[in-house]
């Protein structure tokens, strides 16, 4: 694994967290997001924070254990769900949970893309599947994502929201952006029947 220097992750975060927020698809201090550093370390957002307003200070550096190697906040309440990710999928560097309203409606509703033929479903996003409902920050939600991670590239997580994943922050991002696109686009359509 190439090490990724905290500062590139904490650009990384900060740019993606802007992105995420100037598009609505988080609100106040919604979601969270991390960049795998190393094979022991990990950079994640800060509790309590809106994503539209970090900075390349803010982020919280963890081991793979959870524990605070360095930051002056608190790491967000779902840093197991982020390792999780990592422990069970070696290739991922980079984890994102938003609230994107389209496909966190279909988590709320209980509804996948399952069918869908758009291509950015079929060749970019793959299945992506709706995990059983289980309390934000809790370890039973991190061990359903971490098990999720070693086959798909995503995740609803049932009245929740959405969790992807990627190489890197761009590809998490993207994919992220995709699923919500794609959630959008499903129910304009089964507004025109």
């Known amino acids: 694994m190439k090490p ?9 975060i900060v740019a993606a967290g802007a992105r995420l927020y100037q598009a ?13 550093l190393n094979e022991n370390e990990v950079l994640l957002t800060p509790t309590g924070v809106s994503k539209g307003a970090l900075t390349p200070d803010m982020p919280v550096l963890v081991d793979m254990r959870g524990e605070v190697l360095a930051g002056r906040l608190k790491p967000t309440s779902e840093w197991a769900l982020h390792l999780a990710v990592y422990q069970n999928n070696p290739e991922v560097r980079a984890v994102i949970h938003a609230h994107a309203p389209y496909a966190a409606a279909f988590a709320l509703a209980g509804r996948t893309l399952a069918g869908c033929k758009l291509a950015e479903v079929t060749e970019c996003l793959g299945e992506i599947p709706l995990l059983p409902y289980a309390p934000p920050g809790s370890a039973e939600l991190a061990e359903q994502v971490g098990q999720a991670a070693a086959g ?5 997580m049932a009245a929740h929201g959405p969790v992807c994943w990627g190489g890197d922050m761009r590809q998490a991002l993207y994919r992220l952006e995709e699923l919500e696109l794609a959630c959008k686009i499903v129910w304009l359509a089964e507004q025109m029947k």
Do not use: C, H, K, P
Not at 4 to 12: H, K, L, V
Not at 152 to 156: E, K, N, P, T, V
């Open 4 to 12: 990724i220097t905290y500062e590139q992750a904490a650009a990384d």
């Open 152 to 156: 798909y590239r995503g995740a609803l």
């Open 24 to 36: 609505g698809l988080v609100a106040g201090n919604d979601g969270n997001l991390s960049v795998r």
